[in-house]
């Protein structure tokens, strides 16, 4: 199947974001669970229809350059391709290569960005932003998220 094809075929997973700013449906005010530029968004239903382990991302981007990215990995997946930790992929994100790495929380492999100067997150001078991309989830929250 040639990439038009399958981009017109519907995603039989799911992308679910969770991003700052989002509008709190409790009391309607915006929330702020991550430091500034991460959010969390990840696939649900590639284990379950392919086998292959979910895919996860915390840059801040925009909600659609995020479903894309993590869209574009799930087409992949569907299409027979099987990604691996450490593994550096090219075509996913425009002319930026992204790397997959185990998320340190779960089975999921984070997509991983290298900063401006094309450095990654275990690189030496990585801009901080992009090192973040390495922790776990609970280092990643700011602590302002709603509690109610």
Known sequence: ?????????????????TKNGAICTVCGKPDYPFLNGICHSFTKGLKAHYGHPEFELVIDLEPRQIMGILNNLGYMVRDGRKFHDGETVDGVCASIPIKLIKSPDSAK??????DEQGRWPEDEGCEELFKLQKLPLSALESGTAHTH
């Open 1 to 17: 199947m040639n990439k038009k094809e399958n981009l017109n075929r519907k995603p039989d997973w799911l992308v679910i974001m």
């Open 109 to 114: 492999l984070r997509v991983v960005f290298p």
